[in-house]
């Protein structure tokens, strides 16, 4: 088998993944198609036309949605390393007691369900008047996020080499400053993974979106989509256009970081 | 003596945010959806705080509802077919892309793509795909002869449709996984098998799928845990109709809470609560087989 490489395994796959990917084909496609098209029968399979129109009414409809998102998606990542990446060094470096039962609590953690965390929030924010507030909004997308952070930063942090973590002691650095000028910087390609899950997470988020910031001013790009569907379902050119553009963070992450987002799917679920 | 002490004490005020955080932000809202299920709020019993004490009474409601049973079912459906589906389609794939061929790291990634897009991107897309009179689906279906399916409108049809896009959205999660359970079988096992004159057929099932037995396992624990709680997919696609033809319960938990003018908050936190006890379930079979296979 070694150096024959066949070519119909590669056709294969290229036909398998464009079946996977005809639904965001579709997307597109539907995006650039005319509202005079729309409801043609059979539709157009390829955007022979292609007007920009949807793209139009994005910009002129749903950039503050997009705004907010891209505020609340960089809240969420600073919040979730400030919280995780100490707490990660702590567990993997400084060996605190009771760190077993801590790690057991971040595995459950992760296994609530969101529309659990929304109804105690929507309960807690509504009595304290913090309903539809972006910090509010921040804080519940953050905890999708700080676990599988927590999770992500020890399982890296565990191999720096303890010999450099002395050697800083030995200089005189104290554990803060340890962890700020060798940990953290060492730690680079963890916090871009924890930062793009962050971000991708809380911009995709619905649900709390949808609970603790429906009312609110400033809205999110998944609140914007799901407004449009209600709306206007008709002109689903400018829905499809919106979708396009509400995925270019998950473009940007998978051409940035492609290998870190398989290790990420992986690092919870299997221990090697 | 002394050392050690100072150590905790610096591992602990760096842990403290954490530590603070989770109790805040993790079970104080448990706390809360627990009270709710327990008293029985209304929206001015919320401003008011003096909701009356109720003990068991809106789970035994939410038992004897008439949507208890269907939510039940379908979640069972849901969760079930999905994985069954997500599992067999990611591990075909899994054992395909192994084999290295050209180009087979690039398209792998693309796989990724439906697991990453924002779940209202997927779900719209999925929408309109499955539109009765202008989706391309249904104009697939009539090239070959076969008669419009109302997807999303048809009672029929509501939750053959979501488990539908959501087996797509789960396929790529099953692959990763498993491709990396591939990846730690030794080349040496399939090279003694081929000398032993295995075809590939039986290098599968007597090779492939008898080690990948843990990771499988762990693989359907985590699906099971993850599709117990998908409520985005279905909420947009369906919102759990048409009548309650797709809701499962975490349909049925927002739906009570948040879907109509007048919410019932205290129903609501009662199914969330029932949900939550069928994802620990799992969660803790999950945890102690992964433990298990640390030790051995």
Same mark, same amino acid.
């Not at chain 1, 969101?114 to 804080?139: H, P, V």
């Not at chain 1, 871009?192 to 619905?206: E, G, H, N, Q």
């Not at chain 2, 897009?117 to 070959?144: C, K, Q, R, Y």
């Not at chain 2, 098998?193 to 080690?211: C, I, Y």
């Given at each position: 088998?070694?150096?024959? /490489? $066949?070519?119909?395994?590669? +056709? *294969?796959?290229? %036909? !398998?993944?464009?079946?996977?990917?005809? &639904?965001?084909?579709? #997307?597109?496609?539907?995006?650039?198609?005319?509202?005079?098209?729309?409801?043609?029968?059979?539709?157009?399979?390829?955007?022979?036309?292609?007007?920009?129109?949807?793209?139009?009414?994005?910009?002129?409809?749903?950039?503050?949605?997009?705004?907010?998102?891209?505020?609340?998606?960089?809240?969420?990542?600073?919040?979730?390393?400030?919280?995780?990446?100490?707490?990660?060094?702590?567990?993997?470096?400084? /060996? $605190?007691?009771?760190?077993? +039962? *801590?790690?057991? %609590? !971040?595995?459950?953690?992760?296994?609530? &369900?969101?529309?659990? #965390?929304?109804?105690?929030?929507?309960?807690?924010?509504?009595?304290?008047?913090?309903?539809?507030?972006?910090?509010?909004?921040?804080?519940?997308?953050?905890?999708?996020?700080?676990?599988?952070?927590?999770?992500?930063?020890?399982?890296?942090?565990?191999?720096?080499?303890?010999?450099?973590?002395?050697?800083?002691?030995?200089?005189?650095?104290?554990?803060?400053?340890?962890?700020?000028?060798?940990?953290?910087?060492?730690?680079?390609?963890?916090?871009?993974?924890?930062? !793009?899950?962050?971000?991708?997470?809380?911009?995709?988020?619905?649900?709390?979106?949808?609970?603790?910031?429906?009312?609110?001013?400033?809205?999110?790009?998944?609140?914007?989509?799901?407004?449009?569907?209600?709306?206007?379902?008709?002109?689903?050119?400018?829905?499809?256009?919106?979708?396009?553009?509400?995925?270019?963070?998950?473009?940007?992450?998978?051409?940035?970081?492609?290998?870190?987002?398989?290790?990420?799917?992986?690092?919870?679920?299997?221990?090697? | 003596?002394?050392?050690?002490?100072?150590?905790?004490?610096?591992?602990?005020?760096?842990?403290?945010?954490?530590?603070?955080?989770?109790?805040?932000?993790?079970?104080?809202?448990?706390?809360?959806?627990?009270?709710?299920?327990?008293?029985?709020?209304?929206?001015?019993?919320?401003?008011?705080?003096?909701?009356?004490?109720?003990?068991?009474?809106?789970?035994?409601?939410?038992?004897?509802?008439?949507?208890?049973?269907?939510?039940?079912?379908?979640?069972?459906?849901?969760?079930?077919?999905?994985?069954?589906?997500?599992?067999?389609?990611?591990?075909?794939?899994?054992?395909?892309?192994?084999?290295?061929?050209?180009?087979?790291?690039?398209?792998?990634?693309?796989?990724?793509?439906?697991?990453?897009?924002?779940?209202?991107?997927?779900?719209?897309?999925?929408?309109?795909?499955?539109?009765?009179?202008?989706?391309?689906?249904?104009?697939?279906?009539?090239?070959?002869?076969?008669?419009?399916?109302?997807?999303?409108?048809?009672?029929?049809?509501?939750?053959?449709?979501?488990?539908?896009?959501?087996?797509?959205?789960?396929?790529?999660?099953?692959?990763?996984?498993?491709?990396?359970?591939?990846?730690?079988?030794?080349?040496?096992?399939?090279?003694?098998?081929?000398?032993?004159?295995?075809?590939?057929?039986?290098?599968?099932?007597?090779?492939?799928?008898?080690?990948?037995?843990?990771?499988?396992?762990?693989?359907?624990?985590?699906?099971?845990?993850?599709?117990?709680?998908?409520?985005?997919?279905?909420?947009?696609?369906?919102?759990?109709?048409?009548?309650?033809?797709?809701?499962?319960?975490?349909?049925?938990?927002?739906?009570?809470?948040?879907?109509?003018?007048?919410?019932?908050?205290?129903?609501?936190?009662?199914?969330?609560?029932?949900?939550?006890?069928?994802?620990?379930?799992?969660?803790?079979?999950?945890?102690?087989?992964?433990?298990?296979?640390?030790?051995?």
């Amino acid at each position: 088998m070694n150096g024959k /490489r $066949p070519i119909w395994k590669t +056709a *294969l796959g290229v %036909v !398998l993944s464009a079946l996977m990917l005809f &639904p965001v084909y579709w #997307m597109i496609n539907v995006s650039l198609t005319p509202a005079s098209a729309m409801r043609k029968s059979p539709p157009d399979w390829f955007p022979l036309q292609p007007t920009f129109e949807g793209y139009q009414a994005v910009i002129s409809q749903q950039l503050p949605y997009l705004g907010t998102s891209l505020i609340v998606g960089l809240g969420t990542v600073v919040l979730t390393v400030a919280i995780s990446a100490p707490a990660a060094y702590s567990l993997a470096k400084l /060996r $605190p007691a009771g760190r077993g +039962a *801590l790690n057991f %609590v !971040l595995l459950i953690a992760q296994m609530i &369900p969101g529309i659990i #965390m929304a109804m105690g929030f929507y309960a807690i924010y509504l009595n304290l008047g913090i309903l539809n507030t972006l910090w509010g909004l921040i804080i519940a997308d953050s905890t999708i996020a700080v676990p599988f952070g927590v999770l992500i930063f020890s399982a890296f942090m565990a191999g720096i080499p303890n010999e450099l973590i002395q050697a800083a002691k030995i200089d005189g650095a104290g554990t803060w400053r340890t962890f700020r000028s060798i940990v953290m910087p060492v730690s680079r390609n963890s916090i871009v993974t924890v930062s !793009l899950f962050a971000f991708l997470w809380a911009w995709s988020d619905f649900i709390f979106s949808s609970t603790l910031n429906g009312g609110g001013t400033l809205q999110t790009i998944t609140l914007g989509i799901y407004k449009y569907i209600g709306n206007n379902n008709q002109e689903w050119n400018a829905i499809m256009a919106t979708a396009v553009v509400a995925s270019i963070p998950t473009a940007v992450l998978l051409v940035l970081a492609q290998k870190y987002v398989a290790a990420g799917v992986t690092a919870g679920a299997v221990k090697d | 003596m002394k050392r050690p002490r100072s150590g905790q004490w610096a591992a602990w005020a760096f842990l403290a945010p954490l530590v603070i955080y989770m109790v805040v932000f993790y079970a104080y809202p448990l706390f809360r959806n627990v009270e709710l299920s327990l008293k029985d709020y209304t929206v001015r019993a919320f401003v008011q705080g003096n909701a009356p004490f109720v003990g068991f009474d809106n789970y035994i409601k939410v038992f004897q509802n008439p949507t208890f049973g269907p939510a039940f079912l379908h979640t069972a459906l849901f969760t079930v077919i999905s994985i069954i589906f997500q599992f067999a389609i990611g591990m075909a794939l899994a054992v395909f892309f192994h084999q290295n061929f050209r180009l087979s790291a690039t398209l792998r990634a693309l796989f990724l793509v439906p697991w990453l897009l924002p779940l209202i991107v997927s779900a719209s897309t999925w929408s309109w795909m499955l539109n009765s009179d202008s989706g391309v689906v249904n104009s697939v279906l009539h090239t070959f002869g076969i008669s419009p399916v109302n997807w999303l409108t048809s009672p029929n049809w509501a939750l053959t449709s979501v488990i539908i896009a959501n087996i797509w959205i789960g396929i790529p999660f099953n692959l990763v996984i498993l491709y990396s359970g591939l990846q730690n079988i030794s080349a040496d096992l399939y090279e003694a098998a081929s000398l032993d004159g295995a075809n590939s057929w039986q290098k599968f099932w007597r090779v492939t799928f008898p080690l990948l037995r843990p990771v499988s396992a762990i693989t359907i624990l985590l699906g099971l845990v993850y599709t117990l709680k998908v409520f985005d997919i279905i909420w947009i696609m369906t919102r759990g109709g048409p009548g309650n033809a797709s809701t499962t319960f975490a349909t049925w938990s927002y739906q009570l809470g948040f879907g109509s003018v007048l919410p019932d908050f205290s129903p609501a936190a009662a199914v969330g609560n029932l949900l939550i006890v069928l994802a620990l379930i799992f969660g803790l079979v999950y945890i102690r087989t992964q433990r298990k296979q640390d030790l051995s």
